[in-house]
């Protein structure tokens, strides 16, 4: 299918072919018939994807911060490769659009049905492609009589809608508008059909008189002088001052805000859903007791991922107008059988067909041309939708012939790299849910081919070999599929989220002639075989402290959900419990844990004790209350009368005998590469597993039993 795609590096647009995305639970397939350019918000993300990297450092001080940090304490190239996998991202254009749904996901059934007409939000998703899934509270039926060209303006009319909900005026209120931009004459026109008087205010004259049209009761250009624009406020509200302002204008200056300081009523309501500037003049807002308020986009629910992505519903009783009511009522008011209705046909300026795309964009960017609602057409697009793949040729391709499903950042930045410089392995497929993201990395990385298709993998007898790469709710059930078709897996931590999972990789591995293994890359860290070769030469009882400095993630970041990521303790912890594992050299008997109250996000900050066969101890201290710029990993190992230590994997140090050793290196290797190494060529020797089974069993198990022993507040025994 074919998508538009801008590079974020180089800001580089361009309409691409790329492999149709497949429909999953809670979601439908939708076949584009008319996506909308949004003239502001689209032309924003355009020009700063243009922008060089010192341009972007510019605009964006705080992400610079961060990889100052990163740096300090994982070092130059580790960072280097992290950035540049980050711009090398495709970036998706679009997020307001209309279409036919041509699959329905599971859980959604009766929902929406094959045929239906839908129109459809949000950013990354409702992208100008042929085809695009969309979750079920992102989509809303379009009624019979709104055409496609219509009510692709959906989404924007939502975020005006809940920008008019928000400035809380009704009938006979007065509102000014300042900015008659496309956002800004959607509010006009809502604000009118709601009953409100409105003031438009622009610099733009012909923009002024469509707002008139729109439902506008009066107008001023900003050209003219202030005092001129209080006698016009003056005149239409007796000298009171409006009752709310909304800025829809975009202006990296404050004067929006100025202007609301100088034309609001006492105690009015000024709310913001344009970016400008947000200085604003502290007098005026004083002495008039003025409230702002900063529109969410298109309303409740809007960036919150448990309502977006997995369905959950708001209370209608606490929260009426969601953004899937917003959009509903705006196709419901855009019908022509309405006397007043919402006449989105008078906004549109343009309209393209999707191979014109480019042409569109540059109209948008460009000052040639006076625009303002650009459309994007595709036709009939009748053809037959639904997964396929070539029947592969069959050219007996030696050694580790790779199929990797997921290509995030930690993949692109530090697997994958590794990979293509393998001489024994052949990047043979890669699957992504987008497609746009398999075609980018196919060609970073030379993989045969691409696709969204996991099946493609799994059911192709040229592939020997599965690597895991995606979110951790999907690890178990990918490892049990790849190993019941035969192949070899490595999956990357964790290996399961629960003891039923975990069951079900066993019974799987049990049925196949493959192995699997994890990716507990600490293992493989030339330090960690230091200290487990110093070990060796102090035979007996082993006390080790691994110290981690984890840093904060946000309470919303996909990790801390129960049912998509575990929590850390699940998906990092486990890393941690692996290396203890194989320093000590003995099976894990018993775990006990105790959690830090929460104060922010997930739990993060926590004891661990690990008892073992041989009578040694571990304890892992983990957290993620510290400051990145401090080292994140300590290792500390007591045995034979010496200590050993490891100081975020740069630098190594021993004490014994009343003597102290140190050994330090500017680079950090965590193991990625040997752990890769070690996996492909048992692959391509049809050798054994690098690592025991039964201990990445036992590991993960030992893991799950730290949330057990959390939940239940005692010691949580293996066997």
């Known amino acids: ?41 689209e032309r924003m993300v355009v020009e700063f994807a243009r922008k060089s990297l010192a341009g972007k450092a510019r605009e964006r001080p705080d992400l610079v911060k961060k990889v100052l940090n990163k740096t300090k304490r994982d070092g130059v190239g ?41 129109a459809v939000a949000g950013a990354g998703l409702a992208n100008h492609a042929e085809l695009n899934v969309i979750p079920a509270n992102l989509a809303a039926p379009i009624p019979d009589d709104v055409t496609y060209d219509e009510a692709c303006f959906g989404t924007l009319s939502s975020i005006a809608m809940h920008a008019v909900r928000n400035v809380d005026q009704s009938l006979g209120d007065l509102v000014a508008v300042v900015g008659s ?11 009118n059909l709601s009953g409100v008087r409105v003031l438009a205010l622009d610099y733009n004259v012909p923009r002024l008189d469509l707002a008139l049209q729109m439902g506008a009761e009066a107008t001023f250009d900003l050209n003219g002088k202030r005092e001129e624009m209080e006698a016009t406020v003056a005149a239409i509200s007796n000298g009171r001052g409006m009752d709310g302002v909304i800025i829809s204008a975009a202006s990296k200056t404050s004067e929006p805000f100025q202007i609301a300081g100088t034309i609001a009523r006492d105690r009015a309501r000024v709310c913001l859903v344009g970016m400008t500037g947000t200085e604003i003049p502290f007098r005026e807002f004083m002495q008039k007791e003025l ?20 369905g959950i519903k708001y209370p209608e009783g606490w929260i009426r107008w969601t953004e899937t009511d917003n959009l509903s009522e705006c196709l419901r008011l855009m019908s022509p059988s309405l006397k007043k209705r919402l006449n989105v046909g008078a906004l549109t ?47 007996k391709i030696t050694g580790c012939v790779l199929g990797i499903i997921g290509a995030g950042n930690f993949a692109r930045s530090i697997l994958l790299p590794q990979l293509k410089n393998m001489s024994d392995v052949t990047l043979h497929t890669v699957a992504t849910q987008s497609g746009a993201s398999a075609v980018r990395t196919k060609v970073d990385f030379d ?27 999907s690890h178990a059930d990918f490892c049990t599929r790849a190993l019941l078709a035969e192949k070899y897996v490595l999956v990357e931590k964790p290996l ?101 109250k929460i104060s922010g996000g997930g739990c993060d900050d926590l004891n661990v004790a690990l008892r073992f066969a041989d009578g040694s101890l571990a304890t892992i201290v983990y957290t993620g209350l ?50 890769l190494e070690d996996f492909v060529s048992a692959v391509s020797n049809g050798g054994v597993a690098p690592v025991s089974e039964a201990e990445l069993i036992e590991t993960s198990l030992a893991t799950i039993a730290i949330m057990e022993s959390l939940r239940e507040g005692r010691r949580i025994k293996l066997s």
Not at 19 to 36: F, N, Y
């Open 78 to 118: 580790a960072t280097i490769r992290a950035v540049l996998a980050r711009l090398d991202d495709p970036l998706p254009l679009g997020y307001s659009a209309a279409g036919d749904v041509v699959g329905v996901g599971e859980g959604l059934e009766g929902t929406f049905h094959v045929g239906q007409r839908v």
């Open 1 to 41: 299918m074919k998508q538009v795609i801008q590079s974020t590096r180089t800001g580089k647009l361009s309409l691409k072919d790329v492999p149709e995305p497949c429909v999953k639970a809670g979601s439908i397939l939708v076949s584009t018939k008319a996506s909308l350019i949004s003239a502001g918000t």
């Open 181 to 191: 931009g496309l956002l800004g004459q959607l509010i006009i026109c809502l604000l």
């Open 626 to 675: 510290g400051d990145n710029i401090y080292s994140k990993e300590l290792i500390e190992v007591y045995s034979g009368g010496s200590v050993v230590c490891v100081d975020n994997f740069k630098s190594f140090t021993v004490a014994e005998h009343g003597k102290l050793r140190k050994k330090s290196s500017r680079t950090q290797d965590k193991g990625f590469k040997k752990a």
């Open 447 to 473: 993989f045969l081919h691409a696709t969204t298709d996991v099946d493609a993998i799994f059911k192709n007898p040229d592939i020997n070999a599965v690597m895991i790469a995606t979110r951790h709710d």
């Open 291 to 310: 409230s702002i308020i900063v529109s969410r986009s298109y309303g409740p629910g809007r960036y919150d991922n448990d309502y977006e992505s997995r």
């Open 349 to 395: 300026s343009h309209k393209f067909e999707l191979k014109d795309a480019e042409k569109a964009y540059e109209l948008v960017t460009g000052a040639s041309e006076t625009h303002l609602g650009v459309v994007l057409s595709y036709g009939d697009n009748k053809q037959q939708h639904g997964t396929s793949f070539p029947t592969p040729k069959r050219n």
């Open 496 to 596: 399961a989220l629960s003891r039923n999972e975990v069951n079900h990789v066993i019974d799987a591995r049990n049925q196949s002639t493959k192995f699997f293994q994890v990716g507990f890359n600490r293992r493989y860290a030339p330090l960690s075989q230091m200290i487990r070769d110093h070990l060796a030469c102090h035979k007996g009882t082993k006390f080790i402290l691994l110290r981690i400095n984890a840093g904060h993630i946000p309470a919303e970041n996909w990790v801390h959900a129960a049912d998509e990521g575990g929590g850390r303790i699940l998906g990092e912890v486990c890393h941690f419990v692996d290396l203890a594992r194989y320093l000590v050299e003995s099976p894990i008997l018993s775990v006990q844990a105790d959690a830090a």
